[in-house]
Structure formats: C-alpha cells, structure tokens
C-alpha cells in the first residue's frame, strides 16, 4: 500500500527481531473466535488517478455553481475566501500537527488561536472566547449548559426566531438534563417583541436567547432584551449565525449580553455541505470558568520569554472527567485558522465593508423581488443579507422552477414553518452579481 | 548528535501588535448597484476596536513564520498514543477540495447535491463492512460528540423498555470524554478497576452488574494498548443484566481487517475517521466520530438519515423514535469524503495491512525500549505501547522530562500521563506510517535520553533546549489568565 513507508523485506526484519514467524502472531491476543476468516468486503484500492476520477465523477453530481446562481443561506453562507486563506492553512505544520498538548512545539497553532480569541472578542465586544466549538449548533447547547451550570435554574427562553436546526440539536442534547425551553414567537414585524419575552421570564430562566440577525433575516432590539434577562437573573444569550454581520452591527457585548456565540463558516470556511463548520463562544469574564472546550492564556518561559499554553484545563474532560464543563475534547483547528486568517486579510476596514455591501446586494433585491406583481416582503423591517418573501402561490413549486433554470431561489420556509407555505427565505451575498439579482427577479416574474 | 533542530527562531508578534492604520489586505467585490439607505445608528457599531489592518503580503509571512513554529507529522514521528498521527495523504485534500464538494450547500434540494449523498451512503456501508455493526450515522462532529450520541441512543433504547437505568460503567483506564460524555446524557458514572494486565476485572463486573446499568463504554484495544481478550465474556456478563455495551473506537487502527467490533457483541460504536482513517488532525480538529449501532438500535439514529429514494438519495426524518440532531446540519462533510477516498485508497487489504504494519511498528518499539524503560503491563500489545518513568526515578528525572528532551531531538514527544492508570505513563503510538529509519532514529533518541537522565539529570529536567520557547509556567498562567491581547497593557483584565 502506497502509504506505509516500510516494505514487505523491511517488515519481515522486524518480524524477525521480534522473534515472529508470521505478521498474524501479532494479533495473538484477539480470540481466534472472533478473527475474520475473509477479507472484508470493500471496492477494490484505487490508484491515486482513479481515484480522482471516480470522486470527480461524484463531485459533478452536485450543482455545477458555474451554471447557477445561489441565494441560499440559513445558516450556511457563501462567501469569497481570499486565496491566502487555503494557502495557509495547507501548510503541514498547521494541518497535520494537533492539539497543541505540548506549547513549546506548537507555538503557532497557540499564538493563532490566541489570536482567534482576540478577534472574536473584538467582534463580540465581550472579555473572553474560546478556540471555537463543533458548530452553530452545538455552540448554542453548550451556551445553555452554561447558564443551566451558572444560575442553577432549568428554564430557557427562546425568544424569536431562532435557526430551527439549532434548537434540534439543542433538544436533544438538554432534554435529558431536565432543561425546559421555551418558545415565544415573533411579532408580526418577524422579530420578537422584548415586552412581551419579559413578562415571560421567571425566576426559574436561567437564559433568554435571541439571535441576530434571526432566523427570518430580521434585526432584534438587543438592549431592552439584555435590561429583561438581566432583571429576572438571567444570562442573555445572544446567537450570530453569520458572523459577516459584525462587520457592521453593534457587538451584543456592547449592549450588555453575557454570552455571544454561533457559526463562524461565514469567515473564511467554505460550504462543503455542512460541514466542518466553526462554532465560537465569547463570554463576559465572570463566566470564563464556565466556558467549554479549549482556551489559550498567555504565559512565560522560564528565561522571561513570551509563549502561549492550554489553559484553565481543571474545566475539562482529561482532568475533571464527569465534572468538566463538557465533553469536548478537540476544537475545529483548521477552520479556527481558516477564520483567523481570513478575518487578519479583510482587517478593520474589509470586514466593514464586506458587511455593508451584502446588506447593500439584499437591499438591491429586497427592491427588485418586491415589485413583481403578488409579491411582497411580509417582514419588511431592518435587516441585513436574509430576508423573507411571500410569493402568491406555493413556493416549493415555483423553486423547483427556478432551479431548473439554475437559480436556487432560497429556502422554502414550509419545511420549518408549515404555516409559511408560500414563503422563501432569500440571501443575498457578495457572492451575487447585480445580473444575477436581476435575473432571480426576471425568472420569478416569468414564473409566476 | 547537534541539539540544534534548527536556528534559534525570533519571536513573531501578534497580528494586533504589527497593525498599521489604512493598510488592508483585501479588497469588496465590485459593486455597481445602488448604496441602500443606512440602517438606524443604534444598530451600527464604530469601526472594530482593536482589529488588525495589514496588507496580504504581511499576513503571509505572518502564518508561514508562525507555522514554523509548530511541530508537524509530515516533518517527522508524531507518537501521540491514542491520537494516531498517521499519515494524511494529499489526495485527500485535492478531493474534498473539489468544487463540487467544497461549494455544495448543506440546504440544496437533495436533487441537486446527489454526489455528496452519495458518498455518504458509501461511508456508512463502508463502516459497517469494517466494523460488524449494522447502521451508521455521520452526524457526529467529534469522537467526543459520537459517544454522546451513542450513550444518548443506549438511553432512549433503554426508556423505550420502560426504565432509561442509572448508572454508566467505565474501565479506569478510559478516555476523560467516556465520563463526560455519560454525565451529560443523564447518568452516573461508575468506575470499574482494571485488573493487574490492565483489562477489565471480570470478576469485578460481574459482581457490579445489575439491573441499574445503562452500559459499559469500553475502549478495545483499551487504552494501554491491550486487546480485551474477553470481551466476548464481558458482553454475555453485561448483556446477561440487560445492559448494553458501548466501544470506544478510537483505537479501530489496530485490527481493522483482521476483527470486527460488530462480531464480539458490541452494540453500539463511534470511530474517529480523524484516527483510523487519516483524516488531518488541523492543529485540533476538525474530526469526526460516526457511531455505528446494531439493527435493534438504529430506529434511535440521529435524523435526518440519508435513505434510497425512486429518484436517488434523498435525506429523511422520518424515524420517530431518533434521538433527534446533534450536529447543525449532517457532521463534517469535509472529513467524510477525505476518508472515504482514504477506503477506496487501500481497498480491504490495504486497511488491513495498515493494521498490520501499525502493530508491527509499535510492538518493535517496545522490544527495543524494553529493560530501559519501565512497562507496566506485560500483556502484549497491538498498535501502542505504555512505558513508565520508574526506572529514570532514581535520576530524579520525570516522564515530563524525557518528553521535553525528546523535542531536542526533532521528535514530537508522546501522549504523557494517561492512561490515569500508570503512574508517569509514556503512552506510545508510532503507527504505521513509520519505517524502520525512523523508529530507530526515534530509540536512539530515547536510548540517549535514559543515559543523559543518568549522568546530566538536569540538561534533561531544563530541557527543552532548542525550541523557540521553553518550559511555559502553566501554573502562573492560569492563576492570573490573559486570554486576549488588549491594546492598554499586557496585564490580564479581570
């Protein structure tokens, strides 16, 4: 086999110091009752060019986005990733070394992530974050245990709408531990209405959490949200799901939410069909003992010198076992440094504008989509690259249209929401072309 | 031998400290549309304090130099015991960076993203042929996240029956993630004591099981390395108190081809594709641990599943009694396609000759090591060997030193002080990726480390002694924690 170094000569020598007859004494101590008397049944090896082959073949089954035009997001956003960002991280000494368990032979995976940290509590406007988590997902679970860990209460309040796959996962993980969610929808305008999530707090709420943008695209008044939670001795949880949005919109830590966490793939990571994607979590200090997964500090060598280390491990699962704060062992590395890369390459003033001009593209075709005969934006509040649009008829159909003429017309809402039968959720990226909006919205007139 | 690996390495600053106000290193896409009219203010923010502005060429030559910081697996032995270092083949890379895979969206109609369902589909009968077991899922983001997931399925099997249990039994020798990951599914964790080979106490079990046991999580080969050889009696012992058994997998590497979990009575499994199946370990993830479960356990897989459709894979939720979601959308495609091409690669003779060669490798390191430094265990190994500090004692020289020696010698040391069970472990793994140039290359480095430890103990207490830091004051840094870099001073905020 092409990747083992040593060869069958080489081998029988080591056989031999080992005073082995035959390669199958070393499995000896596995019970002959259990050995497979065949060998598995598996496609024949691939040579390096068949194998290209074989999975180029699979990899043209999927959309061909040369031909298309996609305006898809929902928690998964197409962005353009700047060339020096694959070029990095594929460097061997990022992407084949690990968790930097020993500091003074990984220093620059740790002064990354330390750095990592530092960005997203600059976007944040929090104190302290983490070396990411799994995902967006399981970013908002572990944000609950934090709370349920911190307040010692068992009640969560969703307030909004937040991503439904979230809220999934956070389902399953939580129900076991006795922690109750509870739901209160938004208001007709698509966002929550903070006088009504407070009447809804109890002194049994260990979190309220909203997200910003929601999950229908619109924006959320943070502040009066914090003031309620706060009051009822909450912590307020606030989810980024597109985390391009911090570009431009107030940092959650500036309005006083405790907690910020969500997806970062927006930063630098791309697509591949849901994953690896990157959670973050950023905290106020008073939580830092609480957070999950890996986190850097800065230390000293024994001659002065600055270097980085693992840090605060009594939280975790290799010292605390059941104790720790979680189950995570590793963090998401590479998509970490994809971030930290790509978010080191726009800088202060790419990343303003990058968050300007998709809201400058949705607003384009927010205008555009609007004007089509049937049509309207039933949420048509500040937003920033997301918004819904109600069609005059089902939209599954009409986006089974329109993908037949190459263009992925969002998400149809029904697979949520089944009282949002005709709506689409749209997103606008850099990514779009001008000529591209205008032929969503000339296909979507012809179509209905 | 020169203790110099290479020239004495500057330290490189931090993004934040080499900022420079109007630099940029990336330009908007074009846009000739309209400006919109501007959002309310309360909702904008002023620039990003702090954030970094530097130009592309600034950014390069700040990641390659602090690349050259790291220590990597393509430079060199990478004997991280439990970790598997082994080999990421580039290929790989090339593939999941196919546009294909790389720009398909997780929410396309399933129509539209046929290739990835189909190398999904593949990846789960894949696994099922190598493990024995009978259904996979991929969900899980992370070994860590697949035992949860696992323990998760056990629980709602067990409800199902009435009676989710109470108790999780976990040898002591285990991963730290096994007891989290239990604690965080509802239950509590018992351990069981290992017997004096370092395998579970039959004798032990038996007597603890009872019919308030969930599961026993067992690792196998277990965490020194040792194959269970009873496992068959340890599944009849706790399948005969209705228990079920649950296999860390993390250790799959070292019999792939030559057993299978599924055949030994193992319910239900998770396996790193980060570990066995070569998937890049990036600095810290991302990884991936599908689970894979018996017949009577797949109605409780997470949702949605990837099934057979009239016109092709499509994805399906309709299993009401799953465990729900564990990941945001169907786990780290990325790593599922890398090893999947990682199977097609070798083929069933070349996994299992890569089990092979992983148990060769490990156990003549062990017999070149052996007498110099202390096993523990004498039970036989398969893909990873456990040595102690004991005999290097005397020197007043500690595990911690001879990994830190190591480095001086242009090795990564190896996984140290686990299992919990041995006392200064030295936990070995070389794995198949090695040839014999190598090895001995990495045993004569610590051949000369116990001479060293003999006769200048301290050259080997200060070492290391040539990398670009040296030892970090841990302690000092998590009393007083800096996490971030501030602009006022480096003094820690809290």
Redesign the interface.
């Known amino acids: 086999?092409?990747?083992?170094?040593?060869s069958p000569t080489?081998?029988q020598?080591?056989?031999k110091?080992?005073g082995l007859e035959s390669?199958d004494r070393?499995?000896?101590?596995?019970?002959e009752?259990?050995?497979?008397k065949r060998?598995?049944?598996?496609?024949?090896?691939?040579p390096?060019a068949d194998?290209?082959e074989?999975?180029?073949t699979?990899?043209?089954?999927?959309?061909?986005?040369?031909d298309s035009a996609?305006f898809?997001g929902?928690?998964?956003y197409?962005h353009?990733i700047?060339a020096?960002v694959?070029?990095?991280i594929?460097?061997?000494?990022?992407?084949?070394?690990?968790?930097?368990?020993?500091?003074?032979?990984?220093?620059?995976?740790l002064?990354?992530i330390?750095?990592f940290?530092?960005?997203i509590?600059?976007?944040t406007g929090l104190?302290?974050?983490n070396?990411?988590l799994?995902?967006?997902?399981?970013a908002l679970a572990e944000g609950i245990l934090l709370a349920h860990r911190a307040k010692r209460r068992n009640q969560i309040v969703v307030a909004g709408p937040v991503?439904p796959?979230?809220l999934?996962?956070v389902?399953?993980?939580v129900t076991?531990?006795?922690i109750e969610l509870k739901s209160i929808p938004a208001g007709e305008s698509g966002a929550c209405e903070p006088d009504r999530v407070a009447t809804q707090l109890s002194p049994q709420t260990a979190a309220v959490v909203v997200q910003q943008p929601n999950f229908l695209g619109r924006?959320e008044e943070i502040a009066p949200l914090v003031e309620a939670s706060h009051r009822a001795g909450a912590v307020c949880i606030v989810v980024v799901n597109e985390a391009v949005s911090?570009?431009?919109?107030?940092?959650p830590g500036?309005l006083g939410a405790d907690v910020v966490l969500g997806?970062a793939q927006s930063l630098g990571v791309?697509?591949?069909?849901?994953?690896?994607?990157l959670g973050f979590m950023a905290v106020k200090?008073e939580y830092?003992r609480e957070i999950p997964g890996?986190?850097?500090?800065?230390?000293?060598?024994?001659?002065g010198?600055?270097?980085?280390?693992l840090?605060?491990?009594?939280r975790?699962?290799?010292?605390?076992?059941?104790?720790?704060t979680?189950?995570?062992?590793?963090?998401?590395?590479?998509?970490?440094?994809a971030a930290t890369?790509f978010?080191?390459?726009?800088?202060?003033?790419?990343?303003?504008?990058?968050a300007l001009?998709n809201?400058?593209?949705a607003?384009?075709a927010k205008a555009a989509l609007k004007k089509i005969p049937g049509c309207r934006l039933p949420h048509p509040g500040?937003g920033f690259n997301e918004f819904v649009l109600e069609l005059p008829r089902p939209a599954s159909a009409i986006?089974?249209q329109l993908?037949g003429k190459g263009i992925?017309a969002g998400?149809p809402l029904e697979q949520y929401f089944p009282d949002r039968k005709n709506d689409l959720l749209i997103t606008v990226t850099?990514?779009n072309s001008?000529a591209q909006?205008d032929r969503l919205a000339s296909e979507l007139r012809e179509a209905l | 031998m020169s203790l110099e690996r290479s020239p004495a390495k500057r330290?490189?600053g931090?993004?934040?400290e080499k900022?420079v106000t109007g630099?940029?290193?990336?330009?908007?896409?074009l846009?000739?549309?309209?400006?919109?009219?501007a959002?309310?203010s309360?909702?904008?923010?002023e620039?990003?304090?702090?954030?970094?502005?530097?130009s592309?060429r600034e950014?390069?030559r700040?990641?390659?130099r602090?690349?050259?910081?790291?220590?990597?697996?393509?430079?060199g032995l990478?004997p991280?015991g439990s970790?598997t270092?082994?080999?990421?083949?580039k290929?790989n890379?090339?593939?999941?960076?196919?546009?294909?895979?790389?720009?398909?969206?997780?929410?396309?109609?399933p129509?539209?993203?046929?290739?990835?369902l189909?190398?999904m589909a593949d990846l789960e009968r894949?696994l099922c042929?190598?493990t024995g077991m009978s259904a996979f899922t991929l969900q899980p983001?992370?070994?860590?996240?697949g035992?949860?997931t696992g323990i998760?399925m056990v629980?709602s099997y067990h409800q199902s029956r009435g009676n989710p249990r109470q108790v999780v039994l976990i040898p002591d020798s285990a991963?730290?993630?096994n007891?989290?990951?239990?604690?965080?599914?509802?239950y509590r964790?018992e351990e069981i004591a290992s017997d004096d080979r370092g395998c579970v106490d039959l004798k032990g079990l038996k007597e603890r099981m009872r019919d308030d046991v969930a599961v026993l999580m067992l690792t196998n080969p277990n965490t020194l390395g040792?194959?269970e050889?009873e496992?068959?009696e340890i599944c009849a012992v706790v399948h005969g108190g209705g228990g079920l058994v649950y296999l860390d997998g993390a250790n799959l590497n070292a019999?792939?081809?030559?057993?299978?979990p599924g055949?030994?009575g193992v319910d239900v499994m998770h396996s790193n594709l980060h570990k066995t199946f070569?998937t890049?370990?990036?600095?810290?993830?991302?990884?991936?641990g599908p689970v894979g479960v018996k017949d009577f356990l797949a109605r409780f897989l997470?949702v949605p599943r990837v099934v057979r459709g009239e016109s092709g894979w499509r994805w399906s939720a309709d299993f009401p009694e799953s465990?729900?979601?564990?990941?945001?959308?169907?786990?780290?495609?990325?790593?599922h396609?890398r090893a999947?091409?990682y199977?097609?690669?070798?083929?069933?003779?070349?996994?299992?000759?890569?089990a092979?060669?992983a148990?060769?490798?490990a156990?003549?390191l062990r017999?070149?090591l052996e007498g110099v430094y202390h096993l523990p265990y004498a039970?036989?190994s398969?893909h990873e060997v456990i040595f102690s500090d004991k005999h290097l004692e005397k020197h007043g020289v500690r595990t911690l030193d001879v990994?830190?020696r190591l480095?001086d010698y242009g090795f990564?040391?190896p996984?140290i002080y686990?299992p919990l069970i041995v006392k200064g472990a030295l936990m070995i793994e070389p794995t198949?990726?090695?040839?014999?140039e190598?090895l001995d290359a990495f045993v004569d480095a610590m051949l000369r480390i116990a001479k060293e430890a003999e006769e200048d103990p301290e050259m080997v207490r200060?070492a290391?002694h040539t990398?670009?830091?040296?030892?970090?004051?841990?302690a000092?840094?998590?009393r007083r924690?800096?996490?971030?870099?501030s602009p006022a001073s480096?003094e820690p905020?809290?």
């Open positions: 086999m092409r990747y083992i170094p040593s080489e081998r020598k080591l056989l110091v080992l390669i070393l499995f000896d101590t596995i019970p009752s259990f050995r497979l060998a598995l049944d598996l496609p024949p090896a691939l390096e194998l290209i074989q999975m180029g699979l990899s043209r089954k999927n959309l061909d986005l040369h996609l898809l929902a928690g998964a197409r353009f700047p020096v694959d070029h990095l594929s460097r061997a000494e990022f992407y084949s070394s690990y968790t930097p368990y020993q500091p003074e032979f990984s220093q620059g995976t002064q990354s330390f750095e940290q530092t960005l509590c600059q976007l104190d302290a974050a070396a990411s799994y995902d967006g997902a399981s991503h796959e979230y999934k996962v389902r399953t993980l076991t531990l006795g924006l911090l570009g431009m919109l107030k940092a500036s997806e791309p697509l591949s069909y849901g994953g690896p994607y200090m830092v890996r986190l850097v500090g800065q230390a000293k060598d024994v001659q010198r600055t270097g980085y280390v840090t605060l491990a009594t975790e699962q290799h010292i605390r076992r059941e104790k720790a979680s189950n995570i062992c590793t963090n998401q590395g590479l998509c970490m440094l890369i978010m080191a390459t726009l800088g202060k003033q790419g990343m303003r504008e990058l001009q809201r400058a593209r607003e384009y500040p986006h089974r993908l992925v998400l850099e990514m001008r909006i | 330290r490189e931090l993004l934040f900022s630099k940029r290193g990336s330009d908007a896409p846009w000739d549309g309209p400006e919109p009219e959002l309310d309360h909702y904008l923010r620039e990003i304090a702090g954030f970094p502005e530097l592309e950014v390069v700040h990641f390659t602090l690349s050259k910081l790291n220590y990597a697996n393509d430079e990478y991280l970790c270092m082994k080999y990421n083949p290929v890379e090339k593939i999941a960076r196919l546009e294909g895979f790389a720009e398909a969206h997780p929410l396309l109609p129509e539209s993203a046929q290739g990835c189909q190398v894949y042929e190598i983001a992370a070994g860590a996240q035992e949860f998760r629980r991963h730290g993630t007891p989290a990951s239990a604690h965080l599914c509802g964790v040792v194959f050889r496992i068959g019999f792939v081809g030559v057993a299978r055949d030994m070569s890049p370990h990036g600095g810290g993830g991302p990884g991936s997470p465990i729900g979601k564990v990941h945001s959308f169907y786990g780290n495609f990325g790593m396609v999947a091409a199977i097609l690669a070798n083929g069933a003779a070349g996994l299992r000759e890569m092979e060669a148990v060769l490798n156990n003549y017999k070149r039970s036989p398969l990994a830190k480095m990564h040391p996984t686990f198949e990726s090695e040839g014999i190598d200060s290391p990398t670009p830091v040296g030892r970090l004051d841990e000092a840094a998590a924690p800096v996490l971030r870099w480096e905020r809290s």
